[in-house]
């Protein structure tokens, strides 16, 4: 298996622009997670889906971010507009409902809008 | 409600000698520890989790980290570190109770920088 795929690696916006960042899960697994990382506040859970269905959306900074995840393999946090501080380093995780303890990570997208 | 308390930012240690990661949690109820390492570039991988039974748990790659309910703790040790160990190290913890939904909390992260 692949892994868990993010893209883009890396993103360079402005501010105000709208920014999409992609997740595949593994194949099977059904919840998928998205994380910020920065410096200041270290890994923060952003969403968390099961089966495709929003469980707890209660990390999401604010309206300017959403999430989606139209099926199985796919999901997509949208940031618009976006702003400085909006810039970090986003990660997608997966993980399978049988073997709920471990939750594998993407390589992350490291967006930067200036 | 659950949190873990790294309270090392940044260790240096040299190579081959012994290191110690030191996390705290708070939690109300029995809990589910792990350790993360994240290379640089890269996303976190599971190092090592104590889920029940036996409180020294051990990874692949040397390291072992015991569950100690009365300090709530659930220090990292390696006896011997190797310039490949530096990476950072995240402690997170999940409450068991809650079913299918397991919301693991992250620490802010432990640097190790292991020098020639």
């Known amino acids: 298996d692949a892994g868990v795929i993010q893209s883009p690696r890396h993103e360079v916006t402005e501010m105000g622009q709208e920014v999409t960042l992609r997740c595949k899960p593994i194949s099977g697994h059904n919840s998928l997670f998205w994380y910020r990382q920065t410096m200041m506040r270290g890994l923060e859970l952003l969403i968390y889906f099961n089966n495709n269905v929003p469980i707890d959306d209660s990390g999401m900074p604010e309206d300017r971010f959403s999430a989606k995840m139209p099926n199985a393999s796919f999901s997509t946090l949208k940031i618009q507009p976006s702003e400085p501080r909006d810039s970090a380093v986003y990660f997608c995780?997966?993980?399978?409902?049988?073997?709920?303890?471990?939750?594998?990570f993407g390589p992350g997208t490291r967006l930067t809008v200036l | 409600a659950q949190s873990v308390t790294q309270l090392d930012s940044q260790v240096p240690v040299f190579e081959e000698a012994p290191v110690e990661l030191r996390c705290n949690y708070s939690?109300?109820?029995?809990?589910?520890l792990f350790w993360y390492v994240q290379y640089p570039n890269q996303g976190l991988q599971l190092l090592l989790k104590?889920?029940?039974?036996?409180?020294l748990v051990e990874s692949i790659n040397g390291f072992e980290a015991e569950f100690n309910k009365s300090q709530t703790s659930f220090h990292l040790r390696k006896p011997s570190v190797h310039i490949s160990d530096t990476a950072e190290y995240f402690c997170a913890v999940s409450d068991p109770r809650t079913g299918g939904y397991q919301k693991v909390t992250f620490g802010i992260g432990t640097k190790l920088q292991v020098i020639p």
């Open positions: 104590y889920l029940s039974g036996s409180t």
């Open positions: 939690s109300s109820v029995s809990v589910y």
């Open positions: 995780a997966s993980r399978s409902d049988r073997a709920y303890n471990e939750q594998f």
